[in-house]
Antibody, heavy 121, light 110 residues
């Protein structure tokens, strides 16, 4: 059974940094792309970033480009999102999601339960 | 900025059929956009229904189906049930590793 468990969310001040983690199990982690998707309170889903199975390719939404960094450790079956220069607009539940193939061009098929990030002073 | 369009809301009677659509602000949706559909109830994580146009995710009943209708991607629910009342999101692949979600459709079953 595929399981994705996010952690690392919390309250952070504007301009601060945070690192989210997603522990994966139930599949061959390094064979699948992984993504982060967020949802601001009362709003829709917003794709944030994706990384290929090997970690060699990473892509970002314009809204986070240059501030967020996605990475993975295939030896630990863990996905990360390093977030810098956080602003109120980054307040959201952040979901980890599994791709349906190795490439970033493959759609998402499994989702974690999410971790809440609140940016406020 | 690419815009992915969805109906803001839709209603269907129990047992009825409804088709939700996913379009582009300019242009036509094709299979190369890998249109995919997700269901979300309040306070819950999204659940994948359909990916790559018409591939049903594991455990999804066959009354959910995906297709291309005209210049849009479509999600059809046949025999709607009360617990289908949810928000439905589509996502399209724009190329170069970029995905864009639609704004979502709030489906009411009544």
């Amino acid at each position: 059974e595929v399981q994705l468990l996010e952690s690392g969310g919390g309250l952070v001040q504007p301009g601060g940094s945070l690192r989210l983690s997603c522990a994966a199990s139930g599949f061959t982690f390094g064979s699948y792309a992984m993504s982060w998707v967020r949802q601001a309170p009362g709003k829709g889903l917003e794709w944030v970033s994706i990384i290929s199975g090997s970690g060699g390719s990473t892509y970002y939404a314009d809204s986070v480009e240059g501030r967020f960094t996605i990475s993975r450790d295939n030896s630990k079956n863990t996905l990360y999102l390093h977030m810098n220069s956080l602003g109120a607009e980054d307040t959201a539940v952040y979901y980890c999601a599994k791709g349906s193939g190795e490439s970033a061009a493959r759609p998402l098929d499994y989702w974690g339960q999410g971790t809440l990030v609140t940016v406020s002073s | 900025q690419t815009v992915v369009t969805q109906e803001p809301s839709f209603s269907v009677s129990p047992g009825g059929t409804v088709t939700l659509t996913c379009g582009l602000g300019s242009g036509s949706v094709s299979t190369s956009y890998h249109p995919s559909w997700y269901q979300q109830t309040p306070g819950q994580a999204p659940r994948t229904l359909i990916y790559s146009t018409n591939t049903r995710s594991s455990g999804v009943p066959d009354r959910f189906s995906g297709s291309i209708l005209g210049n849009k991607a479509a999600l059809t629910i046949t025999g709607a049930q009360a617990d289908d009342e949810s928000d439905y999101y589509c996502v399209l692949y724009m190329g170069s590793g970029i995905w864009v979600f639609g704004g979502g459709t709030k489906l009411t079953v009544l």
